[in-house]
């Protein structure tokens, strides 16, 4: 198994160290690229169009076109076996809000709070007048809905590196 952090590859390219993010119930990346036949089944089957091929073939999810809804018909396409039992939860993501936000600056938006229908994302006055986003990590499903609607382009979510 490769050490956390960027490839020699993603380093020469000016890649960020964060994995690619995989469709949901997919497998640890080393044993998902290694089962993976890159035949593109999990990229036609999802209806969110957000499965979408990546680097070197292997699908990635892009949030920022849409959210995920955890229908599972990307992992049950898959006949090479690169996905786990749907009974597990989809994915482990770090949702990240940069200072680029507009309410970290100052301007009232509320966009990714309205988008969220899990309540994950709470406004809390800083010392500021203008409150802003801070994200329950328990509540938080990984959907991306936050994602694609901030005019900002200040929020990420990048699976969360177990050591």
Do not use: K, Y
Request: charge should be neutral; hydrophobic fraction near 35%; aromatic fraction near 6%.
């Amino acid at each position: 198994m490769r050490a956390p952090g960027p490839t020699r590859r993603d380093f020469l390219r000016g890649r960020n160290a964060d994995p690619p993010l995989r469709p949901p119930w997919a497998l640890a990346e080393s044993e998902f690229t290694d089962l993976c036949t890159r035949c593109g089944e999990c990229e036609r089957a999802c209806p969110q169009d957000i499965v979408r091929r990546g680097d070197g073939g292997f699908p990635e999810v892009d949030l920022r076109g849409g959210e995920c809804t955890f229908c599972g018909r990307c992992a049950d396409a898959c006949e090479a076996g690169a996905f786990g039992s749907r009974a597990e939860r989809p994915w482990q993501l770090r949702i990240a809000i940069s200072d680029a936000c507009f309410a970290r600056r100052g301007v009232l938006c509320r966009s990714c709070g309205d988008a969220c229908a899990h309540r994950a994302i709470a406004f809390r006055h800083a010392g500021s007048p203008i409150p802003a986003p801070i994200v329950d990590a328990q509540a938080c499903t990984g959907c991306g809905a936050c994602i694609g609607v901030c005019p900002a382009d200040a929020i990420t979510a990048s699976p969360e590196v177990t050591a």
